[in-house]
């Protein structure tokens, strides 16, 4: 009989509720027991949205640690941290915007109060809840069936972590499915004694290292261990993957590991897209009249079209347009065969000339001046770039790639990044530049981008790197 993968079994929604009945509680008794008399009805709908507010970023915050997450409540001091560091954002977040949005008076009596009793209550309810749990939790008497050879660490490991854990966690001894015989007094005897070593030690939990789904069908094994009553778990050696991210979850009825070394959280993506198309329509709306300039400029010079269009590789190797004013001669592409030998990148994947004869006397001053790039607001705005990302590769430079350079098309390029910001054209190796993107990949964050964006406007000031 087949049954359907518990989909809920990492979600403690009990702590859940706890947290949110601690948060109102608190709230309720600073209102009624510090305002009373003396709210401002003025201010009624400001005191309203604010408890809820503030909830959904706490809770946005603990999720994004995992704190929800049963298996993360292993280690009290990863739970004591996590939860300090959740409510400091969030209490940050709740400050700028209650003195920002409405820029007005509220009680500092009552935020005091709010904030640190709940602060303390919620951290003195996660101590209690851990310690309870490690009262509460029977005892585990573990076996450990995998391949062990003496050079081998996983086991090593898996004891060590079973000795952090903070609870009663005991292993037996091991059932080894290597040929070679190691012994050793936690030495159980090999796999096919399977049932009678689990008669004669007994156990409430099996733990089958990942070591053996390569040599046996795990079925019959897992099928005696439900028979018996007996609690399995499949230990999975990926803490050695260089730069992944892991989770486990299902997909209908199968259980499945998720890898990935991009962001893949829906609530942070919808807010860098949401930033992009803000920020992409604010750019055309306040360029807008620069740009009317320079394509008139553009087109009183040289003829040809104003803008220049060009394949691109974006997110997972889609191809688009990216849109640029044109800088150079209309038949500038033709003449560039004409100039591969004095490119001064050093790499054929990169070209770049200082005093390039194809470019035209505006496009110098708006190539100087980034000016050049301000179309590119359109292909953000139509969702091919993102304001912040990586450098967009030509469809010519893409076809040279080496495998590792394919993570750099894991996510949209971007107007601005690292390489944007750290000096442009003056850096040349094309083996730099693919690190810096993959420094931006490996730590994304929505504050690394306002922190690029910014800088971006440091270096448009004095056009550092641009030619």
């Known amino acids: 009989m087949i049954h359907k993968a518990d989909k809920m079994v990492n979600l403690n929604i009990k702590h859940v509720l706890i947290d949110l009945f601690i948060i109102v509680g608190v709230y309720a008794i600073a ?20 408890l809820p507010s503030f909830c959904m970023i706490f809770f946005l915050f603990m999720n994004y640690y995992r704190l929800y997450n049963k298996s993360t409540l292993l280690y009290t001091n990863k739970v004591i941290k ?116 689990l008669r004669k030690y007994p156990c409430n939990q099996v733990i ?32 050695h993957v260089n730069n992944y991210k892991w989770y486990v979850s299902s997909f209908g009825i199968f259980p499945m590991l998720t890898f990935y070394n991009v962001s893949i959280d829906p609530v942070l993506l919808a807010i860098k897209r949401l930033v992009d198309i803000i920020g992409s329509l604010a750019g055309i709306i306040l360029a807008s009249p620069l740009m009317l300039i320079t394509a008139l400029a553009i087109k009183i010079e040289s003829p040809g079209t104003v803008l220049f269009k060009q394949d691109r590789v974006g997110l997972n190797g889609k191809k688009f347009k990216i849109l640029k004013f ?24 990169l070209f770049k000339m200082k005093d390039d004869p194809r470019v035209t006397k505006v496009g110098k001053f708006i190539r100087k001046t980034s ?36 993570r750099r098309i894991s996510i949209k390029p971007g107007i601005t990044g690292i390489w944007q910001t750290s000096g442009r054209n003056e850096i040349k190796d094309f083996e730099q530049i693919v690190q810096m993107d993959v420094t931006y990949i490996d730590n994304w964050s929505l504050l690394l981008d306002f922190k690029l964006m910014l800088k971006t406007i440091g270096v448009l000031l004095n056009s550092k790197g641009a030619y």
Request: glycine share 6%.
């Open 371 to 406: 000016i050049d790039e301000l179309p590119q607001f359109f292909n953000v705005l139509k969702g091919d770039m993102s304001l912040v990302g990586t450098r967009p590769p030509t469809v010519s430079e893409v076809e040279l790639y080496n495998r590792r350079h394919f």
């Open 82 to 197: 996590n939860t300090a560091f959740s409510f400091v954002f969030s209490s940050a977040v709740l400050f700028i915007y209650l003195f920002l949005a409405y820029n007005t008076t509220f009680s500092r009596l009552f935020l005091l109060f709010f904030i640190s009793v709940t602060f303390i209550a919620i951290i003195t309810e996660k101590f209690i809840l851990l310690e309870m749990r490690k009262v509460l939790t029977p005892k585990v008497n573990a076996i450990y069936v995998g391949d062990v050879d003496g050079k081998n660490d996983v086991y090593e490991n898996f004891l060590r972590y079973t000795q952090l854990s903070g609870f009663e966690f005991s292993i037996i001894g091991y059932i080894n499915i290597n040929e070679i015989k190691i012994g050793g007094d936690d030495y159980l005897g090999e796999l096919n004694d399977f049932e009678m070593i």
């Open 326 to 349: 044109r800088s150079m001669c209309n038949d500038a592409e033709k003449k560039k065969k004409e100039l591969i030998a004095q490119n001064e990148m050093g790499d054929e994947r």
């Open 31 to 50: 209102f009624f027991g510090i305002l009373g008399d003396r709210f401002d009805e003025d201010l009624t709908l400001s005191y309203v949205v604010m």
């Open 208 to 239: 089958f290292s990942q070591s053996i789904l390569g040599k046996f069908d795990l079925e019959p094994f897992l099928n005696i261990t439900n028979e018996m009553g007996i609690i399995s778990r499949v230990l999975l050696d990926v803490y």
